[in-house]
């Protein structure tokens, strides 16, 4: 059973408008959650992350939005370029030290 | 400069064989994960080990093997009995014991079958 969903395999945006990555969990005891970039052939990188304590964390062009009452998160990249075209993956830890991932969205930024 | 390294990049399978894969990490992290990434999904938890000389079984572990004795080496090895190893496995690292854990990734190994 799947317990971090990304609902949206691809999505397409224009270079300079928001990119918006939704992330759906089940499980309420998650204690922190990250969000990765992947690249084609590589290992996934870090991006940020928020503690289910919070509900925004901020990091340049980067933003986190978390609501628990609907668990539900969102990633917004403002403004998006090029460079950003990769899958993106949202993951929560905590639940018997597991990290859990969700499926991945494709993110195309446009030029 | 620290890191994760997995070796090999590209690796090759005859039917029958067992293959093992490498990683080394050298972040002084306690514990070390091994995922498999399949096209189009998501990263699926084969073995996980949170301290030397102890490992779990993860969602897919079946077909598979793993040892940690040593803290900066967690090798898998893909057994003739996993029977769809085509895949590209994925090496990590985190702290371990924290309650803000953070997952570090090696570079992948891409594993076909001949």
């Known amino acids: 059973d799947q317990q971090v969903k990304q609902n949206s395999p691809s999505l397409s945006v224009q270079e300079g408008r928001i990119s918006i990555l939704n992330c759906d969990y089940t499980?309420?005891?998650?204690?922190?959650f990250l969000w990765y970039k992947k690249y084609p052939a590589e290992g996934p990188t870090f991006l940020i992350s928020i503690s289910s304590i919070k509900d925004k964390n901020e990091d340049g062009r980067f933003t986190v939005f978390l609501n628990k009452s609907a668990k539900h998160l969102s990633l917004h990249i403002v403004p998006s370029q090029p460079g950003d075209s990769a899958v993106y993956f949202c993951?929560?830890?905590?639940?018997?030290?597991?990290?859990?991932f969700g499926t991945g969205t494709s993110l195309t930024v446009i030029p | 400069d620290g890191g994760i390294t997995q070796s090999p990049k590209y690796l090759f399978r005859k039917e029958g064989q067992n293959v093992t894969l490498s990683c080394e990490q050298n972040?002084?992290?306690?514990?070390m994960y091994w995922y498999r990434q399949d096209p189009g999904q998501g990263l699926r938890l084969i073995y996980y080990?949170?301290?030397?000389?102890?490992?779990q079984k993860g969602d897919i572990a079946e077909g598979y093997s793993v040892s940690r004795e040593k803290k900066e080496s967690f090798p898998l090895t893909v057994t003739s009995a996993q029977k769809n190893p085509t895949a590209f496995y994925l090496c990590?690292?985190?702290?371990?014991?924290?309650?803000?854990?953070?997952?570090?990734f090696g570079s992948g190994t891409q594993l076909s079958v001949l």
């Open positions: 972040l002084n992290h306690d514990a």
């Open positions: 993951a929560a830890w905590g639940h018997g030290n597991q990290f859990y």
């Open positions: 990590a690292s985190s702290i371990g014991g924290t309650t803000n854990e953070k997952l570090f």
């Open positions: 080990s949170q301290i030397v000389n102890d490992f």
């Open positions: 499980n309420s005891m998650f204690d922190y």
